[in-house]
């Protein structure tokens, strides 16, 4: 059964992480088509637009979400307190080696369902159901039904672990419960809470310190660098700071504190310097408005077509409409392609309102075409729930991360409104915003 579930013979050199080995299970869902797919889906969209380096993609931040996660994996079923002894499975039990698995799986998976250029265009064309809707689909589909019957033939798990579905929980996994529970209304076991929040979790995700990690070496903007040897050294299965500890979810120790401290950071420069860089936001709000308006309705109904889309096809499509009047979102290519006529992305005033901009447009005459806006919707938690993920003081006692660190609660949001003008209109919009400013 370890040899089934452990074995390794195979491995790839990745940037950040060095060699990743793989078995044989997780070879085959490697060279599967979906998976390959990812070779061709930029991880930061078209932020190579501004910062060159950055044309990283989906295929390697997969692997290195594989590799994170198993860390933190191995890590925290290694140091269980005595409180939650009885709640891990035993190193090298089939239950221990089962979650490795799905884990592992999963998180390769985590990622399939992207749209080309990742996340520009997913709010215009998959509304709320996220890229997560298309993992779902794509684990369904023909496509990795063979991985999936190897899977299932593994000695261990036909003599086992037969009680579970195997590509169910690896499905729950990949998308977190939250997604899990839109999707089918069904929620998790405490166990399975926990080993999802090693992949997706909002603070100590796999996913989250691989991109920051990667984006930044890949870019060379350095803020995304940060200890993180040290935030999986410290990361526990804590009973919850909240209704009297009956939950359990994933902490840290007090020595762990300063390593959160410096993943908030990081990821708070990320945001300004990457990821909300008025700059990138220009170009996406260009390939965005582009993949809008060109896309058919048929890529988004069936997932041959959507797995036969990536980056390549639609690059190769923004080059001919930049190129030809007629076709649909030549406008935007065009700005993407010859780099002008390029709108200017300006971050509004927190005390500027939508009606506002309203009245600022049917002032100034503008029509759709020469302006848009974004308004952030508010924060879904306050800042001291976002931070009441436990930590583990002297003395077995257990605090809320917000009780522990004035610096997690002092990261200012980045919920910024952004306003998208023509070239032709943004002195008259800068002079606006002064005025406001100044009054």
């Given at each position: ?148 019957d190897k899977l299932r033939q593994a000695p261990a798990y036909l003599e086992e672990l037969v009680e579970r579905d195997i590509v169910e929980d ?195 005459k503008l029509s759709d075409n020469d302006i848009e806006w974004e308004f952030a919707q508010p924060e879904p938690i306050s800042i001291h729930e ?54």
């Open positions: 059964m370890v040899k089934d579930f452990l074995h390794s013979d195979k491995k790839i050199y990745d940037s950040v992480h060095g060699f990743i080995p793989f078995d044989e299970f997780e070879k085959e869902l490697i060279d599967s088509l979906p998976f390959q797919r990812l070779h061709y889906i930029h991880q930061l969209g078209i932020a190579y637009m501004v910062y060159p380096g950055a044309t990283h993609t989906r295929f390697e931040h997969s692997l290195g979400t594989m590799a994170m996660a198993t860390l933190i994996f191995d890590k925290i079923c290694k140091s269980i307190r005595p409180d939650v002894f009885h709640f891990v499975p035993r190193k090298g039990s089939s239950d221990y080696l089962y979650w490795r698995r799905v884990l592992r799986m999963a998180a390769l998976c985590h990622d399939l369902g992207h749209l080309p250029f990742s996340h520009v265009a997913e709010k215009d064309l998959l509304g709320t159901l996220g890229h997560e809707h298309w993992t779902l689909r794509i684990i369904d589909s023909p496509y990795l039904k063979p991985v999936w690896i499905k729950k996994i990949s998308i977190g419960e939250a997604k899990w529970k839109a999707a089918t209304g069904k929620t998790f076991t405490p166990w399975e809470r926990i080993v999802s929040e090693v992949i997706t979790g909002d603070f100590f995700g796999a996913d989250r310190i691989d991109y920051l990690l990667r984006d930044a070496k890949s870019t060379g903007v350095a803020y995304g660098l940060f200890d993180y040897q040290q935030l999986v050294e410290m990361l526990r299965i804590l009973p919850s700071a909240e209704h009297g500890g009956d939950e359990l979810r994933l902490g840290i120790d007090e020595h762990g504190l300063e390593a959160c401290e410096a993943l908030l950071l990081s990821r708070h420069f990320m945001i300004r310097r990457i990821y909300q860089y008025s700059s990138v936001r220009a170009y996406n709000f260009h390939l965005r408005r582009y993949m809008k308006a060109s896309f058919s309705r048929k890529m988004l109904d069936s997932v041959d077509d959507f797995l036969a889309t990536s980056d390549i096809d639609v690059i190769a499509a923004l080059n001919k409409a930049a190129k030809d009047p007629t076709l649909p979102g030549h406008v935007d290519a065009k700005s993407v392609i010859f780099r002008k006529h390029r709108y200017r992305a300006i971050s509004l005033p927190a005390n500027i309102t939508e009606k506002e901009m309203k009245d600022f447009k049917a002032k100034n976002r931070f009441s993920f436990p930590v583990s003081r002297r003395h077995v006692l257990i605090q809320k991360a917000s009780e522990c660190s004035e610096l997690l609660l002092k990261t200012p949001t980045h919920r910024l409104n952004w306003v998208y003008i023509s070239p032709q209109h943004d002195l008259s919009l800068v002079q606006f915003l002064d005025s406001k400013s100044s009054s």
